[in-house]
């Protein structure tokens, strides 16, 4: 592990085109991967499919610009409304994420719970790295007319103009870069773009040449954590101190592997993170509705829950499609263990 103060402020590695972490990575054991894979007994797939709540509009961006609002989509996508301004977080409504469709990647779900033709006006789409199940092409285009700005890492946004997004509506950030968007309410919401520990690629000929990012959102009394796709690393701890404590930390959970520790986080290094960042509710995500590691697809809900238990975190396991709203002086949202 690197050696940083907690203080610091971690940066990539940008060298001959492409991107890296700072702390180094441990290599995929690709042999040792499909091996497991050949013996794995494991149900990484429900056997039928899993329920959803039909996304409510009224309920997801509510007429009132107070509080915050979550909508989990499944895997690693929300919407959200803090201080009357909405976004939509790696929004992807397709129901396959594979690049290769004989390879196909499904959803748990028959659908998603909510499509882009009953959606109002986003104010701004955040994108936290180019992964085919963090940034899906018709989704995007789907979305393009009734979203007033896509906010990525750098890199991303050509990936969006080679889509066809006016360019005037794309704007990539840096690590620990700060910036504003102004809702259609007439509110405005801070943001910055900080670090991840994870890698890009949407094809064999593109490694790394985009950046990956978690987000930080500022509002006027809460404030939120996104954490995109990341392994553990000193980010976390760095992240909390300039920005924390968090009302809300979204937190990758599912997909983790031996064989690519580099990769994806574990669920009792989410629970150790969350802490890190400050953080009084712990939102596990990257779960749910794909499968794209060998875990059973119940395990990051049951791991999770067991360590947030031992280390009194508040955790919070809303239904995929499911609203809650977070606020100083309401009770506790109520979720339930809804996989089991």
């Given at each position: 592990m690197?050696?940083?103060?907690?203080?610091?402020?971690?940066?990539?590695i940008?060298?001959?085109?492409?991107?890296?972490?700072?702390?180094?990575?441990?290599?995929?054991?690709?042999?040792?991967?499909?091996?497991?894979s050949?013996?794995?007994?494991?149900?990484?797939?429900?056997?039928?499919?899993?329920?959803?709540?039909?996304?409510i509009?009224?309920?997801?961006?509510?007429?009132?610009?107070?509080?915050?609002?979550?909508?989990?989509?499944?895997?690693?996508?929300?919407?959200?409304?803090?201080?009357?301004?909405?976004?939509?977080?790696?929004?992807?409504?397709?129901?396959n994420?594979?690049?290769?469709?004989?390879?196909?990647?499904?959803?748990?779900?028959?659908?998603?719970?909510?499509?882009?033709?009953?959606?109002?006006?986003?104010?701004?789409?955040?994108?936290?790295h180019?992964?085919?199940?963090?940034?899906?092409?018709?989704?995007?285009?789907?979305?393009?007319?009734?979203?007033?700005?896509?906010?990525?890492?750098?890199?991303?946004?050509?990936?969006l103009?080679?889509w066809?997004?006016?360019?005037?509506?794309?704007?990539?950030?840096?690590?620990?870069?700060?910036?504003?968007?102004k809702?259609?309410?007439?509110?405005a919401?801070?943001?910055?773009?900080?670090?991840?520990?994870?890698?890009?690629?949407?094809?064999?000929?593109?490694?790394?040449?985009?950046?990956?990012?978690?987000?930080?959102?500022?509002?006027?009394?809460?404030?939120v954590y996104?954490?995109?796709?990341?392994?553990?690393?000193?980010?976390?701890k760095?992240?909390?101190?300039?920005?924390?404590?968090?009302?809300?930390?979204f937190?990758?959970?599912?997909?983790?592997?031996?064989?690519?520790?580099?990769?994806?986080?574990?669920?009792?290094?989410?629970?150790?993170?969350?802490?890190?960042?400050?953080?009084?509710?712990?939102?596990?995500?990257?779960?749910?509705?794909?499968?794209l590691?060998?875990?059973?697809?119940?395990?990051?809900?049951?791991?999770?829950?067991?360590?947030?238990?031992?280390?009194?975190?508040?955790?919070?396991?809303?239904?995929?499609?499911q609203?809650?709203?977070?606020?100083?002086?309401?009770?506790?949202?109520?979720?339930?263990?809804?996989?089991?």
């Amino acid at each position: 592990m690197q050696q940083m103060s907690d203080t610091g402020r971690i940066q990539p590695i940008f060298k001959d085109g492409k991107y890296a972490n700072r702390t180094p990575e441990v290599k995929v054991k690709a042999w040792n991967a499909f091996v497991y894979s050949l013996k794995n007994k494991a149900e990484t797939k429900p056997k039928k499919y899993l329920p959803y709540d039909s996304v409510i509009i009224s309920k997801a961006f509510p007429e009132s610009n107070e509080g915050l609002h979550i909508t989990w989509l499944g895997h690693s996508s929300f919407l959200m409304q803090i201080d009357g301004v909405r976004i939509l977080l790696d929004p992807v409504f397709s129901n396959n994420v594979s690049p290769v469709p004989m390879f196909s990647v499904k959803r748990f779900q028959k659908e998603a719970p909510v499509n882009a033709e009953i959606l109002p006006f986003i104010d701004a789409v955040f994108i936290s790295h180019n992964h085919y199940d963090h940034l899906n092409r018709q989704t995007i285009n789907d979305l393009e007319p009734n979203v007033g700005f896509f906010f990525t890492p750098p890199g991303v946004g050509g990936i969006l103009r080679e889509w066809g997004i006016d360019s005037a509506k794309i704007r990539e950030y840096e690590w620990w870069q700060e910036g504003v968007v102004k809702g259609l309410s007439g509110n405005a919401l801070k943001f910055a773009c900080t670090p991840a520990y994870h890698f890009s690629g949407r094809g064999p000929f593109d490694w790394n040449r985009t950046l990956w990012a978690s987000w930080v959102f500022i509002g006027a009394t809460q404030k939120v954590y996104y954490s995109g796709d990341s392994s553990y690393d000193v980010h976390f701890k760095q992240i909390g101190y300039h920005y924390g404590p968090f009302d809300l930390v979204f937190m990758e959970n599912g997909q983790y592997s031996v064989n690519w520790p580099s990769s994806h986080i574990t669920p009792e290094d989410g629970v150790k993170a969350h802490l890190e960042l400050k953080g009084k509710y712990l939102l596990p995500m990257h779960w749910g509705s794909f499968s794209l590691a060998p875990h059973s697809w119940q395990e990051p809900a049951e791991r999770i829950s067991k360590e947030a238990l031992a280390k009194g975190v508040k955790l919070l396991t809303p239904r995929i499609g499911q609203t809650l709203s977070i606020g100083e002086n309401e009770p506790d949202p109520v979720t339930s263990e809804w996989w089991k």
